[in-house]
């Protein structure tokens, strides 16, 4: 009877240490710690060796990378790079990922609240990422004095914005793998499984106008997708323009819609407005750049993603200052691809709106052919202090119901806004309105 009782209390034993066993962790797991705010459980400390600089905020780029104010002993001429050690968010600067949009609100949101900004090296250095142009760091916030600063880059992770990156090798290691595996658990964002609601879900590559414009020679026959102010619209064609926080410039390109838009598709055009645009990418021969042409509407299905679709509105083109010799042969060096690339400055202007000041008009000839359908329109030479020639290309220029002349211009010094064109392989400012040029 002992040893049938010692018998059965032996297999029980046996089964509670395989039932226990098999609840722990398997090896290289962590289990997530239930309801732990894993962002406020690391703390800052300022005794560390780690280098330490409280910032603003200079720019919001996405995510994961934020441009912000720092003393020139810091870094010269005042501006850090910050990309976010530990983190990768979903794109939302080049082609747009799922979750981008939503990450880079997310961080625009705890930064513009925060009362104080603290950044962090991961050693005691500001390292330099494989770009070589953004500093890694650890970003912290609070929204008061009385309050802890938090850690954004955990808060990120822990709220399922941002897949690993290096996470487990640096000093908060553990509970940047902690915060994981907890979004894991909790199936959030990134990890839930479910379509993200600010991402377009068509068979449009989605991505931004500095993505397109940088590569446009490769997205050639390709139907895209992409956010822009509607700059201008002239015969059956709007200009689209859009900000990069990241390299400070303005992209933009013309949308072609001839007769194929009306009703709700046709107003999300209208100047002023913000707008989706879905179309494919064609070389317009006759301009000798690109356009975006193919724009539909369904009304019936009108959450179609194929749809052009108007965003918001009272907006305003940029009308960036610029000068002839920028146009004439400017030069831009941006990073693209992890890598530092050269453009010409009117390669990445091209149809965008600028304004260059102060050009003295040399020479205005006026199309005069019967048979033309620019009858009326004037190519105005200029030019600038330096003695740098600008060409600018009118349509027919009204000043309400009459016809603008050579007359007008012609020895005149003269202030122009317009978009950025180019003819026979040379950049110029095209003038769709008698109001955007102002004579001295």
Not at 12 to 30: D, M, R
Request: aromatic share 8%.
């Amino acid at each position: 009877m002992r040893r049938r009782l010692f018998g059965l209390l032996l297999i029980l034993a046996v089964l509670a240490v395989s039932v226990f066993s098999a609840c722990e962790k398997k090896p290289g797991t962590q289990a997530p710690e239930e309801n732990v705010d894993y962002a406020a459980k690391v703390k800052l400390n300022m005794n560390s060796d780690t280098l330490k600089q409280k910032v603003t905020v200079k720019s919001y780029v996405d995510g994961d990378t934020t441009h912000f104010n720092v003393p020139e002993t810091v870094m010269e001429g005042g501006v850090l790079k910050a990309r976010y050690l530990a983190v990768n968010t979903p794109e939302s600067t080049g082609k747009i990922e799922e979750w981008g949009k939503k990450a880079s609100k997310f961080t625009r949101e705890k930064l513009s609240s925060a009362s104080e900004i603290m950044i962090e090296s991961d050693d005691s250095t500001w390292d330099i990422d494989s770009t070589g142009g953004r500093v890694l760091v650890w970003v912290w916030y609070r929204t008061g004095e009385a309050e802890e600063y938090r850690n954004l880059n955990i808060e990120l992770l822990q709220n399922g914005l941002a897949i690993a990156s290096n996470s487990a090798n640096n000093r908060y290691g553990d509970t940047c793998m902690a915060a994981i595996a907890s979004a894991k658990d909790k199936k959030l964002n990134i990890y839930s499984g479910e379509k993200d609601p600010d991402f377009f879900y068509g068979d449009a590559m989605e991505l931004t106008l500095m993505e397109l414009r940088t590569h446009v020679a490769d997205y050639l026959g390709n139907k895209v997708a992409f956010e822009g102010v509607v700059t201008k619209n002239n015969n059956n064609a709007a200009y689209v323009e859009s900000y990069d926080e990241d390299t400070g410039l303005y992209y933009g390109i013309m949308v072609y819609y001839g007769f194929g838009l009306s009703g709700e598709g046709l107003d999300a055009l209208t100047v002023g407005n913000l707008a989706r645009i879905v179309g494919t990418v064609q070389y317009y021969e006759q301009g000798g750049t690109y356009q975006i042409s193919g724009l539909t509407y369904r009304a019936m299905k009108p959450d179609d993603p194929n749809n052009v679709k108007k965003l918001g509105e009272g907006y305003s083109p940029a009308y960036k200052e610029i000068t002839a010799a920028d146009l004439a042969n400017g030069k831009v060096k941006i990073s693209v691809d992890d890598t530092t690339k050269e453009f010409s400055f009117g390669e990445l202007a091209i149809h965008t709106s600028v304004c260059i000041k102060d050009l003295k008009v040399a020479d205005v000839h006026t199309t005069t052919a019967e048979d033309s359908s620019s009858k009326g329109a004037m190519t105005i030479t200029c030019k600038a202090g330096d003695g740098t020639a600008v060409t600018i290309r009118t349509i027919v220029l009204t000043d309400g119901d009459k016809v603008v002349t050579a007359d007008a211009f012609e020895g005149k010094t003269i202030d122009v806004k317009g978009l950025v064109d180019v003819y026979d392989g040379k950049y110029q400012i095209k003038v769709l309105s008698y109001q955007d040029i102002t004579i001295k």
